[in-house]
């Protein structure tokens, strides 16, 4: 359903990626409703304002370089629309360094709201690989 918006769900998530790739922390921080939550397996972080976003992502793209991070590669990008103003978007991603080494393999949901005509994140889930054993 919706798959083909040009301004939908997917493809606000295509932007929020350009921008990581790019390591532009206030780019990213764009993508993201007020406020926004961020989980990780290491930890849940709150996201109040767009500054926050921006500060706890430059936080996270400052050690990449130094471990080789050159882009990041997607799996197949799944959305499912919850209602008119509301979708995820799922799938699988893995961060690669320049000789195409994988460095982070993970799984990823996240949870998309529309005000007016602008979709923003309102939670951003990284979690282990459909692949990964759970417990």
């Not at 989980?39 to 130094?66: C, E, H, K, N, S």
Request: no cysteine.
């Amino acid at each position: 359903m919706h798959q083909d918006e040009t301004n939908g769900p997917v493809a606000t998530f295509r932007l929020y990626t350009q921008a990581f790739h790019a390591l532009d922390a206030g780019a990213v921080a764009h993508h993201f409703h007020e406020p926004a939550l961020l989980i990780t397996p290491d930890d849940t972080v709150a996201l109040p304002t767009v500054g926050a976003v921006q500060q706890t992502y430059a936080r996270l793209m400052a050690d990449l370089p130094a471990r080789g991070y050159a882009r990041t590669e997607f799996s197949a990008l799944i959305e499912r629309r919850l209602s008119e103003d509301l979708a995820l978007v799922s799938g699988g991603g893995v961060w690669k360094n320049a000789s195409d080494e994988d460095l982070m393999r993970f799984g990823m949901t996240y949870t998309l709201r529309r005000t007016g005509q602008t979709w923003r994140i309102v939670v951003a889930a990284i979690h282990a690989p459909d692949d990964s054993p759970r417990g």
